[in-house]
């Protein structure tokens, strides 16, 4: 990088010092003074004042050049940081979104079943909609303890914004379907309270 600073800059003095030249009194001196080149079959003869500018132009023209090659090179250099940069965002931004995510329980009660005990859980399936895309899967268990007349569904990815638009419970061998018939927010609960 240094090599080419120097090599432009030195253009740059010589260009000054050719057009000084030319409007000082040494111009017709410089100007019928000739060089002869000779070689690869060329047989010329140009002022030295010719020769010098013709440098001069050679010199900025390879700094130049040779600047623009590694500007084009650090822009390629940058543009691939920046596609790095990209991807770890996003891989970032899906870490937190999976980290965001919680597994749930909820009670369910299913209208018309007073004992869910003796409901076979293994016939059960439970599907259910938090947006577009394809209906997602739940599990389906045996609620144990406090709510005999309930069923147990497991979700896996809940978030606190999930708000499941709908879900559906699925007795294959009784032939029979259960669904919600409002949107369920499973981690925005609301309460009815009434006066003590």
């Known amino acids: 990088m240094r090599f080419l600073t120097i090599s432009f800059y030195s253009g740059i003095v010589l260009l000054i010092l050719c057009i000084l030249v030319l409007v000082s009194p040494l111009r017709d001196r410089f100007s019928n003074a000739t060089q002869k080149i000779q070689g690869f079959g060329l047989n010329l003869e140009v002022s030295v004042l010719t020769l010098l500018v013709l440098i001069s132009v050679a010199l900025m023209s390879t700094g130049i050049w040779m600047q623009l090659q590694d500007v084009s090179t650090q822009v390629r250099t940058l543009t691939e940081q920046k596609m ?4 770890a965002l996003q891989s970032t931004r899906d870490q937190l979104d999976n980290a965001k995510r919680i597994p749930l329980t ?4 299913l209208e018309g079943v ?3 005990s003796k409901l076979d859980v293994e016939a059960l399936t439970c599907s259910y909609s938090d947006g577009p895309g394809p209906d997602k899967k739940a599990e389906v268990k ?3 303890g406090a709510h005999p007349k309930r069923i147990k569904i497991l979700f896996t990815d809940v978030q606190g914004a999930t708000i499941i638009e709908s879900l559906t419970i699925s007795d294959a061998q009784a032939k029979q379907q259960w669904g919600i018939r409002e949107n369920f927010k499973p981690l925005q609960p609301t309460l009815d309270l009434s006066k003590n």
């Open 142 to 144: 045996k609620a144990s």
């Open 84 to 87: 790095n940069a990209e991807l």
């Open 114 to 116: 007073e004992d869910t």
């Open 106 to 109: 909820v009670y369910a009660s």
